[in-house]
């Protein structure tokens, strides 16, 4: 079955500066990428996603990239911001099964 | 739109007790799904529903059964709880995942099993 793994689980950062997060996956039937913030006691919200017939997309700070040869997706949010600070969680969609497979998480915490 | 909707919210067993854990969307999606969270473990999906009328078993399926008891609703149900079991649960939903589209998650119960 799929298999999901994000690195690092922690990240410190200083404001200003550039956080980026990696993720792998194992299924090659997998077609979907989103990512997810989620805040302290809330719910996981989706802040981008990427399909697999794209190589990247950006939304203001936040772009992710894809590379299906290798199976890995990473994050990259610039200009980081203290209200950036959240644990974030990379996913993969299996396209036959519509199963939603989680990364672990990577806790991201921005320092003025 | 109330979105996916969880009860309860907060909720603790004894160990042994039973008990179902409630979801229920109005968005006319396909998809739903159950996970955990727990601290370091990220969501593990336990049972996911890609329609109304079928059910399959996620990464951590074990102690826990579900239903899909219409398109708008899927329920968990604990049959034996376990300090195990402690955990939040989240149940989420999505469009058909052939449209590729974002999962929407409902506000979680924290359970715990003493």
């Known amino acids: 079955g799929e298999n999901v793994e994000q690195h690092p689980s922690t990240l410190s950062v200083q404001e200003g500066d550039s956080a980026v997060i990696k993720c792998t996956y194992s299924d090659s039937a997998s077609n979907y990428f989103p990512w997810y913030k989620q805040e302290l006691g809330k719910r996981p919200q989706l802040i981008i996603d990427i399909r697999s017939n794209v190589g990247e997309k950006k939304d203001q700070r936040i772009a992710v990239t894809l590379n299906k040869t290798a199976k890995h997706f990473s994050l990259h949010i610039t200009e980081t911001q203290p209200e950036d600070s959240a644990v974030y969680f990379c996913?993969?969609?299996?396209?036959?099964?519509?199963?939603?497979?989680f990364g672990t998480g990577t806790r991201l915490q921005v320092f003025p | 739109n109330a979105g996916v909707t969880q009860t309860p919210k907060f909720q603790v067993l004894k160990t042994g007790q039973s008990m179902t854990l409630q979801c229920a969307q109005d968005?006319?999606?396909?998809?739903m799904y159950w996970y955990r969270q727990d601290p370091g473990m990220g969501l593990r999906l336990i049972y996911y529903s890609a329609s109304e009328g079928t059910t399959d078993k996620g990464e951590v399926p074990n102690g826990y059964n579900v239903s899909r008891l219409n398109k708008r609703e899927f329920s968990l149900r604990l049959e034996s709880a376990a300090p195990s079991q402690t955990s939040v649960y989240f149940c989420a939903s999505s469009k058909n995942g052939q449209l590729n589209t974002e999962a929407f998650f409902g506000q979680g119960t924290r359970l715990t099993v003493v």
């Open positions: 968005m006319n999606h396909n998809s």
């Open positions: 996913a993969a969609r299996q396209i036959d099964t519509d199963k939603l497979i």
